[in-house]
């Protein structure tokens, strides 16, 4: 089945390092996203992708940092430099750009990194 | 920069009542989409609208994008408890296509 895997489910990170969410998808959608849920709130965009070798910072991207090597993957790493790095990780990929329809997003299943 | 708010928050319906949450961004939008998101889940893309005035339904909710396509609604008649989530809208930032903005949500309690 096509579709977007997040690894891990769940972590948890001391304060000061550094943690990296994996997200790979084989759906062979041109661009990827990183957004960040904290509970009972919206979704934040940290990071865009919309071709390999590409990205753009969106409206959270302090502290985060990205790598997109091949179409397929899109990890985000969250450093010490982020100061609230506890909350809900969600990755997702849409099918490129265009008036229509292009830009429908995909999720995974997300990351729950606790910071302690 | 570009803001896509919706109201309410949270709603809480008796069920078999309706509700509607409603959309409104600062910019025209080229689309509008709508996703749901069930507690503990993730967001599931539910519909996109693209022309202004448009209207589509799927079973029991309606959703409508704004003649100005600066706001949109998502309606649902008779709520059931498989309605129970929150429910996003979004779209594309002006001068970025793929940067999607999502609203803050409205959180759907249904009471059986």
């Known amino acids: 089945d096509g579709g977007i895997t997040q690894s891990p489910k769940y972590l948890f990170r001391k304060e000061g390092q550094n943690v990296t969410l994996s997200c790979e998808q084989n759906?062979?959608?041109?661009?990827m996203y990183w957004y960040r849920q904290d509970p009972g709130q919206g979704l934040r965009l940290i990071y865009y992708?919309?071709?390999?070798?590409?990205?753009q910072k969106g409206d959270i991207a302090e502290g985060y940092s990205v790598s997109r090597e091949k179409k397929e993957s899109f990890p985000l790493t969250v450093t010490s430099a982020q100061k609230n790095p506890t909350a809900f990780y969600l990755c997702a990929s849409s099918g490129g750009t265009g008036i229509s329809g292009a830009n429908v997003l995909t999720f995974g299943a997300g990351s729950r990194l606790t910071v302690l | 920069g570009q803001q896509v708010m919706q109201i309410p928050q949270y709603q809480h319906v008796q069920e078999g009542e309706d509700f509607t949450t409603y959309c409104n961004s600062s910019?025209?939008?080229?689309?509008i989409q709508w996703y749901k998101q069930r507690p503990g889940g993730h967001p599931v893309f539910l519909i996109q609208?693209?022309?202004?005035?448009e209207v589509k339904k799927q079973k029991r909710l309606t959703f409508q994008f704004g003649e100005a396509k600066k706001n949109s609604s998502l309606h649902i008649t008779a709520t059931q408890t498989t309605d129970v989530g929150t429910y996003f809208c979004?779209?594309?930032?002006?001068?970025?296509?793929?940067?999607?903005?999502f609203g803050p949500g409205t959180s759907l309690s249904v009471i059986p």
């Open positions: 609208l693209v022309k202004s005035g």
């Open positions: 992708s919309q071709i390999v070798n590409d990205f």
């Open positions: 910019t025209t939008l080229s689309n």
């Open positions: 979004a779209g594309p930032e002006r001068t970025s296509y793929d940067k999607v903005i």
């Open positions: 759906l062979n959608h041109d661009a």
